[in-house]
Nanobody, 122 residues
């Protein structure tokens, strides 16, 4: 089970840090990722991290602004979001992958959290 937290409302240029708490004993062996879904749009990949935390991958739209990280000792996944823009407004989901490499395809992820809303507006 995955439970996200940390969403909220922020002004453009602001920052938020999302967290995802994982239950169970398999978290440390799973590639993890953050996705987001804006109203009327498909769910899209944001950032991914391998099971060791040694490799990360970002979508072009967030590269340089967002940082994904994990703490396998605490079974937590994080997403530090800086320089937020209104285009970042969406529900953000953490997900666990069935594939060892980082992929951007929704279908490669088999466990999802309930999502946390991020709203960026002035």
């Amino acid at each position: 089970q995955l439970v996200e937290s940390g969403g909220g409302s922020v002004q453009p240029g602001g920052s938020l840090k999302l967290s995802c708490a994982a239950s169970g004993s398999t978290f440390s062996s799973k590639t993890m990722a953050w996705f987001r879904q804006a109203p009327g749009k498909e769910r899209e990949f944001v950032a991914g991290i391998n099971y060791l935390g040694s490799n990360t991958y970002y979508s072009e739209s967030v590269e340089g602004r967002f940082t994904i990280s994990r703490d396998n000792g605490k079974n937590t996944l994080s997403l530090q979001m800086n320089g937020l823009t209104p285009e970042d407004t969406a529900v953000y989901y953490c997900a666990a992958s069935a594939v060892i490499v980082i992929t951007t395809k929704v279908d490669d992820y088999y466990t999802w959290g309930q999502g946390t809303q991020v709203t960026v507006s002035s």
